[in-house]
């Protein structure tokens, strides 16, 4: 977020009320540094679709591809990342965004793919 204030309560109601289009672009992740050595950027947008592998907390090192994202609390949910309930109900975590590392981008979208050409499909 960017605004003039340097006071931290400033700086966190600038981010807990700004607008959706806003907070969709802060759920931005880091690209596999092994996997995308000759990508120029650093960290990507996520969407859904993308393949990332969690690297903090109790399921670190779970791999799977994104199943929501939910901007208004910016979070992330995964495929097969499931907690299991006591009435044996499995319901699914929610990720903070910058807990994960994209391993596989998901270029079904023609301008997605052409932002990133340099990268061969598997």
Same mark, same amino acid.
């Given at each position: 977020? =960017?605004?003039?204030?340097?006071?931290?309560?400033? /700086?966190?109601?600038?981010?807990?009320?700004?607008?959706?289009?806003?907070?969709?672009?802060?759920?931005?992740?880091?690209?596999?540094?092994?996997?995308?050595?000759?990508?120029?950027?650093?960290?990507?947008?996520?969407?859904?679709?993308?393949?990332?592998?969690?690297?903090?907390?109790?399921?670190?090192?779970?791999?799977?591809?994104?199943? /929501?994202?939910?901007?208004?609390?910016?979070?992330?949910?995964?495929?097969?990342?499931?907690?299991?309930?006591?009435?044996?109900?499995?319901?699914?975590?929610?990720?903070?965004?910058? =807990?994960?590392?994209?391993?596989?981008?998901?270029?079904?979208?023609?301008?997605?793919?052409?932002?990133? =050409?340099?990268?061969?499909?598997?």
């Amino acid at each position: 977020m =960017n605004t003039r204030s340097s006071l931290p309560r400033r /700086q966190r109601k600038a981010r807990a009320t700004a607008p959706l289009h806003k907070k969709s672009k802060e759920i931005r992740v880091h690209l596999d540094s092994e996997k995308f050595k000759d990508v120029p950027t650093k960290r990507v947008t996520l969407r859904k679709g993308d393949t990332v592998k969690i690297v903090r907390g109790s399921r670190s090192g779970h791999e799977g591809k994104v199943a /929501q994202i939910n901007v208004k609390r910016r979070k992330v949910s995964i495929e097969k990342a499931l907690l299991t309930k006591a009435d044996n109900k499995e319901v699914s975590l929610w990720f903070d965004a910058t =807990n994960l590392v994209i391993t596989k981008l998901d270029l079904s979208d023609p301008i997605r793919k052409e932002k990133f =050409n340099m990268i061969k499909e598997e």
